[in-house]
């Protein structure tokens, strides 16, 4: 399939730089995109091992609590529905109801009202009126699905099928990295000063990242001359660049360009932070997976790990690092999954450069008003390729957004 103009006749290589700055937007793509039927990364599976354990996270800025109850794994809007205060105020734990601690009301696992303070006063003065029937009252909840031990959630009837959401390009590569059942190594948290369309769209350039990225290029983990590829969802949403290591790398492109490709000046204390053991056996060790609108699961060597962007203003973002291994581990692998974790992340030696750039873009897209970023590297559809000096993917995210807002001028 190819798409030179999306449906609205927004053309996918140009990007508007308003889009990166604008309140209004910000406040619509809340309505349409994250309360509207998109699905969500909330965490992972292996965090709730027992009835009543739970955990806290979000979706743009909407608290969300997930929590294991006997009927399975359900999904709240972190809010009392009596004043609005938050439930659950730890980032974890094991209870057996939820409890505000503002007028002590009290729901089930289920998330239904099971308990109002003095409801009936005191001594007959007071109290909720006889009209008052807790029965129908009851916590926000999303629509979950479990995907192979990963948590998504949205707030829509009308989102799609998750699994046919990703797509048959896109499904078998997630179901690669999740081939066992994931259990969480740790997270940490990144601030970004930027929107979080542009850190999306970073995640879905990989012309971007052995030139940014001089650790990649310097001891040749990722190189565009390296054998590998695009693959693209039919309607753009959701993508995977991936490469082989070693394969068919010629470095005279980067030798002439002088991009790092010479590893005389540079070593490591301990080499041992770049081995890679083939544990697909396919030879993969770099895989970027998209799923629209802001989750992201990669492989970089035997690191792994789930990106949840959360938008929290126009120009601010956070990015919640997800590591992850398998159940039954080696030694071996588990020890090296967690060295690699410094390969990316906040400060990763991979990474830490995608946190200023997007600052970067974004400190003058105020400036760029009614001018437009230039996205047509690779052409100006979103099909999958074989190569990846392309800006496809990019133009497979703009696509989608276009669909699920609203119409624009």
């Known amino acids: 399939m190819k798409k030179k103009l999306h449906a609205n006749n927004f053309d996918l290589t140009k990007v508007p730089f308003d889009l990166y700055t604008d309140e209004n937007i910000f406040q619509e793509e809340y309505d349409s995109i994250f309360r509207g039927p998109s699905w969500s990364f909330l965490g992972m599976e292996s965090q709730l091992k027992v009835d009543g354990a739970y955990f806290t996270t979000e979706v743009t800025n909407i ?46 696992l289920d998330g239904a009202l099971t308990g109002v303070a003095f409801e009936r006063g005191i001594n007959g003065d007071g109290g909720m009126p006889e009209s008052f029937d807790k029965s129908t009252h009851h916590l926000e ?49 990144q601030v970004m000063h930027n929107n979080w369309k542009l850190y999306v769209e970073n995640t879905r350039d990989s012309y971007h990242a052995s030139i940014l990225h001089t650790f990649f290029t310097t001891f040749k983990l990722n190189r565009l001359t390296q054998s590998g590829g695009l ?31 010479n590893l005389d000046d540079f070593r490591l204390s301990d080499p041992s932070l770049l081995n890679f053991l083939d544990e697909f056996n396919d030879g993969i060790s770099l895989q970027i997976l998209t799923i629209f609108p802001t989750t992201v699961v990669h492989q970089i060597n035997n690191s792994l790990a789930v990106r949840q962007v959360i938008p929290r203003s126009e120009s601010k ?67 999958s390729s074989s190569s990846r000096v392309s800006e496809a993917a990019i133009r497979g995210f703009w696509s989608q957004y276009y669909d699920m807002m609203p119409p624009m001028n």
Request: aromatic share 10%; proline share 5%; net charge neutral.
């Open 317 to 383: 973002t956070d990015v919640i690092w997800w590591y992850y291994g398998f159940e039954g581990d080696s030694d071996a692998i588990s020890s090296l999954r967690q060295k690699q974790i410094n390969l990316v992340g906040p400060a990763g030696f991979i990474s830490m450069e995608d946190g200023a750039v997007g600052a970067f873009v974004q400190k003058n897209a105020p400036h760029s008003s009614h001018n437009d970023a230039i996205v047509c590297m690779g052409g100006d559809d979103y099909k």
């Open 141 to 189: 909840e999303l629509r979950l699905t479990n995907y192979k031990g990963l948590i998504f959630g949205t707030f829509s009837k009308e989102a799609p099928d998750f699994s046919a959401f990703l797509g048959p390009e896109i499904s078998p590569r997630l179901d690669r990295v999740l081939h066992k059942k994931p259990v969480l190594l740790g997270k940490a948290t």
């Open 63 to 108: 608290p969300v609590v997930v929590v294991r109850s006997p009927s399975g794994v359900r999904a709240f809007v972190n809010r009392c529905i009596h004043r609005g205060s938050l439930l659950c105020l730890e980032p974890e734990g094991v209870l057996s109801e939820f409890s505000c601690v503002y007028h002590g009301w009290t729901y089930g």
């Open 231 to 261: 693959m693209i969802s039919e309607t753009g949403a959701n993508h995977i660049s991936y490469s082989r290591r070693g394969k068919s790398d010629n470095h005279d492109g980067y030798n002439k360009q002088n991009l790092r490709a």
